[in-house]
């Protein structure tokens, strides 16, 4: 994805906050979470900042939670055991958060020369390689859909929240796994977290249009530089796949505000709304 080299307001805003966050982290990098529906701009943030990080003599690294995706394998067994949902990667449950813990914990020991993970959405498998980092760091920024989410309560589980749930998960077998795993396995992961920032979507509801916008986008590039195994999705398969971020995004957008060091709230255009 290119970014602009052009200042823009949410930026502004993660680097000011950077500026007074930094201090406090001496003697190893800061993890920066950076929650964001699908579509909110996430990944054209953390490159942003990692760049201008750069400029001024730091040294920042960005992992997205995706590059944390479990391969086929691992969730066909997922999808026989626990839910056939599990198939289809995006929800806790579908990461390998051992690997996510071991790397927090090693960025707290004392810099070595260390990998972070990338996953090849193409082959839909975990990358052979990483990107190799071979300085310290000074800030991670770790990204994703849910960075820092937490579970619900278990009142909350009963009633399907769209048809997904209510045809495919009738039983809250699916949706209960993801509340536990987060309740469990994740917490650990997203406790590493110094500082979180959330990019408020104005409502679920804009979710669809901004996810479509990126199938768009991959349309265009792939017509003009094809990859091996990517696929731009139809109307009705892309209505389907948002509905599994769905719950998790509604719980998020009500209950993290409260507890963000830093929330940004965004216009249906993205831009940073200046009123809340």
């Known amino acids: ?17 950077l500026a007074e966050w930094l201090p406090a982290h001496p003697q190893r990098p800061l993890i920066l979470g950076l929650c964001g529906a699908q579509g909110s701009g996430k990944s054209t943030l953390a490159a942003w900042l990692a760049e201008r990080l750069g400029e001024r003599g730091l040294h920042a690294a960005t992992l997205s939670i995706d590059d944390l995706y ?9 999808a026989r055991t626990v839910h056939p949902l599990f198939a289809t990667r995006g929800v806790p449950g579908t990461h390998d958060v051992a690997r996510g813990r071991d790397l927090f914990t090693a960025l707290g020991e004392g810099f070595r020369p260390l990998d ?24 991670l920024i770790f990204e994703g859909w849910c960075v820092g989410a937490r579970p619900q309560r278990a009142a909350q589980l009963v009633a399907p929240v769209n048809a997904l749930e209510r045809e495919e998960d009738p039983e809250a077998i699916w949706r209960g796994h993801v509340n536990a795993v987060l309740e469990s396995d994740y917490a650990p992961l997203f406790g590493a977290i110094d500082r979180l920032v959330l990019l408020a979507a104005p ?4 979710v669809r249009g901004w996810r479509g916008e990126q199938e768009a986008q991959l349309r265009t590039r792939l017509a003009s530089a094809p990859e091996a195994g990517r696929e731009v999705m139809d109307a009705a398969t892309l209505d389907r796949f948002v509905q599994h971020y769905e719950r998790l995004t509604r719980h998020i957008l009500d209950e993290m505000p409260a507890r963000a060091d830093l929330l940004l709230r965004l216009a249906p255009d993205r831009n940073l709304r200046l009123q809340p």
């Open 116 to 139: 972070l993970p990338r996953f090849d959405k193409g082959r839909d498998e975990p990358a052979p390689q990483g990107q190799r980092v071979e300085t310290p760091l000074d800030v």
């Open 70 to 78: 479990l391969g086929q394998a691992q969730r066909r067994d997922l």
């Open 203 to 206: 409502g679920f509801e804009v």
């Open 1 to 17: 994805m290119i970014v602009s080299s052009e200042a823009f307001p949410t930026g502004e805003a993660v680097l000011a906050a």
